[in-house]
């Protein structure tokens, strides 16, 4: 699907909902003892864009790690693309991550690869292909992410943007049907953060993927998002579209998205007791 | 104090665990990661062989030379309390072949290859980099863990041979120079002495060693916490641990081989 004759998401509204790509039921998480996820349920349909909120400490971190495999919930169940990962194994298992490309809060490119040999890596271990079209390939994606002719470079001489689209660039080589994406717009100023809100638009556009994004970045969320999760606690506050979140009367929403603190105010008392440990 | 010895305890099982369980996956993807289209890349191993072993040649014989000079001095010197220098070459060759080169290389090894394999793999982990390769689909143990392991069973063993030659050699250049004698007589002696089963007891500690201060290394740098500091705490951990554990097995070796 080209840009211009990409749906409005007025349009998309009005279109029979796709079929779920990711569903998360009634997932329960914890590390050690603490519990981080309460019951946390939700879906997220093919080719949307679906942006997780929540601020610090609200568990969306974790509930992304659990959504790409890398933690096992303590209890309910995660599909992606119709298949349970908690009861695939092996080869099935490897043949799902194939359709799976993760870009990271801080890129997590090698650091003893040039950024063409981190987009190559992929292909080369999981992917039969000649060192020629590994070459070509790594280009291609690299022409997508507005990185053309830097391949040669070491993650370590890459700027916070560059470094993250490089990322980007590994994430999407083999062509994955989803996409994640952990805070985005991290340590990024805003003309660059807004650029990388472009690709990430522009890639679902041309390459037709489910896209979920966990971010804190409220305008980067409103810009990008179809519909928005947020987080708090651990627990789902709603998951809604844009327009939805944007004029919810949820005091806990609408201060997030304002950026307002929920500290409550204590007298100093409460204040002198909290210092000396009692309380 | 008592909680704290149990919880130590629980925690080195839990390691000792951990570490059993990479070598056995390990040597799992050696055996299968062709079959399986996951091969364990002879490129990896050859990179691995080239640090450990290549790289460390000089340091390694310059030690080498030292420890044979040095066995040298004082063999003579001991020897000579009864006049018995002649056969200082029988101590230097049995000592130098069953002990001190495989002790010193695993030393030498642990603190630079060790270490260096922890902060590496401590630093991947906490900049996310094994995280990545897990989402990849590429197990990090095939792709990190395999090659270090075997390019150490290769090159520790591989260098414990080239400090036997260099620290006899040495050896017998002093011992040649200080009693007169010629230098060819010297090695017709040694090799008189030395048996394949001298030169094997050394090699095959050394490759236990090499597994060590594989797993020793492999273990403190997954299992780091924390950032800057984490991989600073894992490095000097997997250094100590793998001296401690190289000299504990070369005495319960030593004691298990001359039964």
Excluded at chain 1, 130 to 154: P, Q, S
Excluded at chain 1, 205 to 228: F, G, N, Q
Excluded at chain 1, 258 to 273: C, H, T, V, W
């Amino acid at each position: 699907m080209s840009l211009e004759t990409a749906p409005s998401r007025a349009a998309i509204a009005e279109m029979p909902a796709p079929p779920p790509a990711i569903e998360v039921e009634h997932l329960d998480a914890h590390y050690g003892p603490r519990q981080i996820l309460f019951d946390v349920s939700l879906t997220i349909r093919q080719g949307e864009i679906m942006v997780i909120m929540g601020g610090s400490g609200s568990g969306k971190s974790t509930l992304l790690r659990h959504l790409i495999g890398l933690e096992r919930p303590t209890a309910g169940t995660i599909r992606l693309l119709g298949h349970d990962i908690g009861r695939l194994g092996g080869t099935a298992m490897l043949n799902l991550r194939r359709k799976i490309g993760v870009a990271f809060q801080g890129g997590a490119l090698f650091s003893s690869m040039s950024v063409s040999e981190n987009i190559k890596l992929p292909l080369r271990e999981l992917a039969k292909l000649n060192e020629k079209t590994m070459d070509i390939m790594a280009r291609l994606k690299l022409e997508v992410v507005n990185l053309a002719g830097f391949g040669h470079l070491m993650p370590s001489e890459l700027s916070g943007g560059m470094l993250k689209r490089a990322a980007v660039a590994r994430a999407i080589v083999m062509d994955p049907k989803l996409l994640f994406f952990d805070e985005p717009s991290a340590g990024l100023d805003p003309v660059v953060s807004s650029a990388l809100d472009d690709l990430i638009l522009r890639l679902r556009e041309a390459m037709d993927m489910t896209i979920v994004v966990v971010t804190h970045e409220v305008e980067s969320a409103l810009k990008i998002a179809d519909r928005i999760t947020i987080l708090d606690k651990g627990r789902i506050l709603t998951v809604d579209t844009v327009a939805g979140v944007r004029h919810s009367p949820d005091e806990h929403i609408q201060n997030l998205l304002n950026r307002r603190s929920e500290e409550q105010e204590m007298d100093a008392a409460a204040y002198l007791r909290r210092l000396s440990g009692e309380a | 104090m008592v909680e704290n010895i149990g919880r130590g305890a629980v925690r080195s099982l839990d390691e000792i665990g951990y570490a059993a369980a990479l070598l056995i996956e390990s040597l799992y993807w050696v055996a299968v990661g062709h079959r399986l289209r996951q091969p364990v890349r002879a490129g990896a191993v050859i990179v691995q062989m080239m640090q450990i072993g290549v790289h460390a040649l000089p340091i390694a014989t310059l030690l080498s030379a030292t420890i044979g000079i040095m066995l040298a001095i004082q063999s003579l010197y001991s020897l000579g309390l009864f006049g018995a220098e002649s056969f200082a070459h029988i101590g230097i060759a049995l000592s130098v072949t069953r002990e001190f080169s495989p002790l010193i290389m695993g030393i030498l090894i642990a603190g630079r290859s060790g270490s260096s394999l922890s902060a590496r793999l401590s630093t991947m982990s906490i900049s996310q980099e094994v995280d990545a390769l897990r989402v990849i689909g590429i197990n990090p143990v095939r792709f990190l863990v395999a090659p270090a392991l075997i390019g150490m069973v290769i090159m520790v063993p591989a260098l414990t041979m080239w400090s036997n030659l260099v620290a006899l050699g040495a050896s017998g250049l002093y011992v040649a120079g200080a009693l007169q004698i010629s230098l060819a007589a010297y090695f017709d002696g040694v090799i008189e002495v030395l048996a394949t089963n001298d030169l094997m007891h050394g090699l095959g500690k050394s490759a236990l060693f090499a597994v060590l201060i594989a797993l020793i290394g492999v273990v403190n740098g997954s299992l780091v916490r924390g950032g800057a500091e984490g991989v600073g705490s894992a490095t000097t951990k997997s250094v100590v641990q793998s001296i401690s554990a190289i000299v504990i097995t070369d005495m319960v070796f030593a004691f298990i081989a001359t039964r």
